[in-house]
């Protein structure tokens, strides 16, 4: 499988923001969102068999193992390092960007899913797979990176119009107006968690952190 880059750091995003975790970012994504602070993953990488894979993220002797990438699901050998993980004893969160089917993956108390419903400020929300949210658990996340009014009044009508049983995240759009994210989360009352990227806050855009 390819890997673009595996490092060490605390969970930037979403509910286990601030959990030390491994990361193991994949390489190669079927989207290409406008503001994606990722490219570097569209094509860089190594080739890695999922054995030696295993192997390298157990020397790092990490509790939680973050499969991110990219889209970490468009790699059929994904789902054999995540069921090789569970069975170390690892906790695995698999950031997804909502685009792929998820229902090939096993459901366990030990695997988190992060799926991302992407908004129109990333011109890809028409990829957006809604099925997916059928297959999520008590664990597993939502997450809108919202840019502006228009990615707000989006998210707010998917919300009312779906069935989404899980925490909701939205992430301010990294160099967007926060406070102003949070007083129209407040004014219409929602029920969601607004959470910045922690990372970026810490060590700015640089990458492998
Ligand atoms: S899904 Fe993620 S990695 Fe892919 S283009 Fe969008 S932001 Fe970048």
């Known amino acids: 499988m390819k890997v673009n880059e595996i ?6 995003e979403g509910i286990y ?30 080739e890695w068999k999922p054995e030696d894979l295993l192997k390298k993220i157990e020397r790092e002797s990490m509790e939680w193992v973050c ?14 390092l995540v ?6 004893g690892h906790k695995v969160l698999i ?17 988190v899913v992060s799926l991302d419903i992407k908004t129109p400020s990333s011109g890809m929300h ?12 008590p664990n597993d996340y939502v997450k809108f990176v919202i840019a502006d009014e228009t990615d707000f009044e989006y998210a707010v009508k998917i919300i009312n119009t779906r069935d989404i049983k899980t925490e ?3 992430q301010p759009l990294w160099g967007t107006d926060m406070e102003k994210l949070v007083k129209m989360v ?5 029920n969601v968690r607004v959470l910045p990227q922690l990372h970026k806050i810490i060590w700015g855009e640089r990458r492998g952190v």
């Open 7 to 12: 490092f060490k750091s605390i969970q930037g």
């Open 126 to 137: 028409t990829f957006n797979q809604f099925k997916n949210l059928d297959y999520l658990g």
């Open 83 to 88: 069921d090789a993980l569970l069975r170390k």
């Open 168 to 170: 909701i995240v939205f």
């Open 186 to 190: 407040l004014d219409a009352n929602l």
């Open 95 to 111: 950031e997804t960007n909502g685009s792929v089917d998820i229902s090939k993956l096993p459901t366990e108390e030990n695997l």
């Open 17 to 46: 923001i601030g959990t030390p975790m491994l990361f193991v970012r994949l390489t190669g994504c079927n989207l290409r969102c406008k503001w994606c602070d990722t490219k570097y993953a569209y094509t860089e990488g190594e």
């Open 67 to 80: 499969i991110t990438g990219g889209e970490p699901l468009i790699q059929d050998e994904t789902y054999l």
